[in-house]
């Protein structure tokens, strides 16, 4: 069976919340509940010049991948939002591929 | 970077787009967003309606703008159009000013009682006497000054000390350069990071905003992240960690309130090092030898010791900027708060200028209105219907000679005084729209709040019932947000239409209210039907009617050029050069001398400052900055909607560990922050992105779910931070200290809350 996933650059996650936003809205999940959820790590200070500071979208028990929005020729609501354009939807095998390419990648199969 | 979606989908904006559609039992509308509630960006927008009611609101993946991006304002939209506590129809008092007793009327008796009022008024005491104050909307001062003038007042305004957003930069960029510019990011192309002709910044600094949030006059603050992705470095100037900081080559911690100093420092290794571009700046700048003597007088060392930058940090941002080709500056509000905000933009203009940047692609790109169409600054008809007697009249006129140059708002702080002495004429109503300035804009609040009261008869319009509407107003207006209104989109880029796809009550468009009011005081200032009438006057120089530019799917853009300079498209007179006296960039102003100011960038401590000020220093040994932006707010807007409230629930203070361990303090422990004005309570977050000797406390917050009536006033008076700065411009009229004051902290006692 192909297996479907997120794949998320978290180098430039900004943290702008427009991924939960476009979830909560797309599905009407109240305040505090959704599909997907930003976790912080940071900041502090690595070494003089170096921060951590770093976010990243984690899927939900709730993250259904927008199958109907992607049947619709769509991307899932978290994707399309997404203002740093860190997420991409799609095969896993196909998201594994840009990993091996870039650092910073983390891959979400919440199905 | 991960292979490019979004970028491919982004084509040339040539074709012709359906507006509207029927989707799974919506119907679909394109558009663009645009205030209210604020919004400084305007981004391609597909609203989704239900039966007239707005459900959803989707970033459009076609539109170059934003390319399907949202930011989390827009994605609640709903929650806010839909809101029950939205104005929706017109109001008048009953009861004391403050006590929140209203009475609903029709719009014809709000009209009515407005024309009868400010007529009166006008035969009593001169038109004149009535104040027209806006908020930063965006479209607002267009359509408001129009009105202003069309009942005949000059005094068009808003009430923030020193214009400070904004306005101290547009002037220094029109006085020594005869145009803006802004950071090239490709957003005049419509095919955008694809164009053959545009080229990524190799170094861009952000200087004074976290644009990724805020959006900022027009430019969508993520392209910052679509370039970093292509290769352009960073440099941040903010006395916080941002984000953006985080990821940048070097980041500048800069004691606020002296980005001038840094800039001359800068501006002097650059020229001592011999960095500059000496062929742009022989051909096109005037004063560049002048420049170098004053520059000469901010040494490294010296510099270093008035921003708190490390001199090596300096020395490397210095070289690094004038040896990036190109390179930019996206800069922010920092810059116009303080009072010598001018200055400090005059000598950060300058760094782009001489390192040649200026117009070239990748580099600050000089900006026009798209076709002409100009919806965004304000002064439409003051020519037309004012007379040269009340011309004339435009308090701050005599006093700031910014004012005679093409300035045409009446400057805040002078009116503020003519408020509250009746000199050189009473003030006796005021016409507030888009603008909640108790809670946000103005300085020391309380001082505008007694002169407002004052009045005879006060209009407030919003979305919302706001503190400055229940302390004032006598009669209240529903205002529409952007759903709701049919509108033009214009500023830089492109121009976009704003599509009406729902009503909520009978609130009406700031556009559609301003014309039919205006209508009544005069005609021919407003001889058009109705607003699609009004904006297709406005788009003459696109060549389209707005029914036309909605049908072919609601934006276009105009053709753009690099180093319009050298073409001749600078100039009304057609020679290349710059739109300034001398034909070239002012390094030294001609214009500024002939005001009686500077003409040359230098720098001036804040008024209150651990050096100008030392004693104060020791009763208020922090350095208080205010104002930084969050994701789900925009100023004083947004606090009702539970989404976006949930993102960043109370006015908050960040403090460093380090201070925060010297206080015992800890995360939510609530603080008092004081100074010899006054004081304002928030919430501590301690975290090390910000100096030990500095703090930062939100700004704008009231609370719309706490007591109406005074003396709570939303429980605005106990978070305004802003009863900590006064009212203070600096000798441009333009610009205050906003940002860099000095405090104390301490605890709130229980029972305080």
């Known amino acids: 069976m192909a297996r479907y996933g997120l794949l998320i650059d978290y180098k430039y996650c900004t943290g702008c919340h427009s991924c939960e936003v476009a979830c909560q809205r797309e599905y009407n999940y109240p305040v505090g509940k959704g599909g997907i959820q930003l976790v912080e790590v940071g900041p502090w200070q690595i070494n003089k010049k170096k921060w951590q500071y770093t976010y990243i979208p984690v899927p939900t028990e709730l993250c259904i991948l927008c199958g109907k929005r992607v049947a619709a020729g769509k991307q899932p609501a978290c994707v399309q939002h997404c203002q740093a354009d860190v997420m991409r939807f799609g095969l896993v095998e196909e998201l594994a591929k840009e990993m091996v390419k870039n650092s910073h990648t983390v891959l979400f199969t919440p199905r | ?753």
């Not at chain 2, 004083?636 to 949930?646: G, K, P, V």
């Not at chain 2, 003396?711 to 940002?739: E, F, K, M, T």
């Open chain 2, 1 to 753: 970077m991960l292979n490019p979606q979004k970028k491919t989908r982004a084509r040339p904006w040539k074709e012709t787009k359906p507006w509207q559609w029927e989707e799974d039992g919506y119907t679909v509308t394109r558009g663009s967003a645009w205030s209210g509630p604020g919004c400084h960006s305007g981004c391609g927008v597909l609203l989704y309606t239900k039966k007239g009611r707005l459900v959803k609101v989707e970033g459009d993946p076609e539109n170059p703008y934003n390319q399907g991006r949202l930011c989390v304002r827009c994605l609640a939209l709903p929650e806010l159009v839909n809101h029950p506590d939205r104005l929706q129809y017109p109001m008048k008092r009953v009861g004391e000013r403050g006590e929140d007793g209203w009475q609903r009327i029709s719009w014809e008796e709000a009209y009515d009682t407005i024309y009868k009022e400010f007529s009166d008024i006008k035969e009593k005491y001169g038109p004149e006497s009535v104040i027209f104050a806006q908020g930063t909307g965006r479209d607002i001062p267009t359509y408001i000054s129009r009105l202003a003038y069309a009942y005949g007042s000059p005094n068009w305004t808003a009430f923030m000390s020193g214009l400070s957003c904004y306005a101290p930069r547009v002037a220094e960029m029109l006085i020594t350069t005869g145009n803006f510019a802004v950071a090239d990011c490709s957003q005049y192309f419509s095919d955008r990071y694809d164009n053959p002709n545009w080229e990524v910044p190799e170094c861009i600094v952000i200087w004074g905003n976290n644009p990724v949030m805020t959006n900022g006059d027009g430019f969508f603050g993520h392209w910052i992240v679509d370039c970093m992705k292509r290769g352009t470095k960073l440099i941040v100037v903010d006395p916080r960690l941002t984000w953006l900081a985080s990821r940048a080559d070097l980041w500048l911690q800069i004691r606020p309130g002296t980005d001038g100093a840094l800039a001359l420092g800068m501006l002097d290794i650059i020229i001592k090092e011999g960095l500059y571009d000496k062929e742009f700046v022989d051909k096109w700048t005037y004063g560049f030898g002048k420049l170098a003597k004053r520059a000469a007088e901010y040494p490294v060392e010296q510099v270093a010791e008035i921003t708190w930058i490390p001199q090596e940090d300096i020395l490397a941002a210095a070289r690094m900027f004038a040896r990036s080709k190109p390179a930019a500056v996206q800069w922010g509000f920092g810059i116009d708060a303080t009072k010598e905000s001018v200055s400090a933009a005059h000598a950060i203009s300058a760094l782009w200028t001489i390192t040649g940047n200026m117009d070239v692609p990748g580099g600050m790109i000089t900006v026009l209105f798209p076709y002409g169409v100009n919806v965004w600054t304000g002064g439409w008809g003051y020519n037309d219907f004012l007379t040269e007697t009340a011309k004339g009249k435009r308090i701050g006129l005599n006093k700031y000679p910014l004012l005679k140059h093409g300035f045409l708002f009446a400057q805040p702080d002078e009116v503020l005084e003519t408020m509250q002495t009746g000199e050189p004429y009473p003030i006796k109503a005021a016409w507030i729209q888009t603008s909640n300035p108790i809670a946000c804009i103005a300085a020391d609040p309380k001082k505008l709040y007694e002169a407002l009261k004052k009045l005879e008869f006060v209009v407030v319009v919003d979305l919302f019932k706001t503190p400055t509407a229940v302390a004032f107003a006598d009669i209240v207006l529903p205002a529409a947000t952007y759903p709701e209104r049919d509108g033009l989109r214009a500023v830089w880029s492109h121009v976009g239409a704003i599509n009406k796809v729902t009503q909520i009550g009978e609130a009406k468009s700031d556009m559609q209210i301003n014309l039919e009011l205006g209508k009544r005081f005069n005609p021919q200032a407003w001889p058009w039907e109705n607003v699609q009438e009004m904006f297709t006057h406005l788009l003459e120089g696109a060549g389209v009617t707005f029914e036309g530019l909605r049908e072919r799917g609601g934006q276009m853009y105009p053709s753009f050029e690099y180093k319009k300079f050298e073409k001749g498209l600078e100039r009304q007179d057609g020679q290349p050069g710059f739109n300034t006296p001398t034909g070239k960039v002012e390094l030294y102003s001609t214009l500024f001398e002939k005001m009686g100011l500077d003409p040359l960038p230098y720098f001036e401590e804040p008024a209150e400052s651990p050096y100008r000020t030392p004693e104060l220093y020791k009763k208020y040994p922090l350095v208080l900055t205010t104002g930084a932006r969050r994701w789900g707010a925009f100023h004083s807007e947004h606090h009702q909607i539970s989404r976006l409230r949930a993102l960043w629930p109370d006015p908050t203070v960040e403090i460093n560990p380090e201070t925060a361990a010297k206080y015992d303090l800890k995360d939510g422990d609530w603080v008092w922050i004081e100074n010899c004005m006054g004081r304002a309570r928030s919430k501590v977050k301690v975290t090390p992105i910000i100096d030990p000797r500095v703090i930062n406390a939100d700004h704008a917050w009231w609370y719309p779910e706490k007591h109406p009536a005074e003396p709570s006033l939303y429980g605005l008076w106990d978070v305004n931070i802003n009863q900590l700065v006064p009212w203070l411009p600096g000798p441009s009229g333009l610009g205050a200290d906003y940002r860099s004051l000095l405090c104390k902290i301490y605890k709130v006692k229980e029972g305080e809350m």
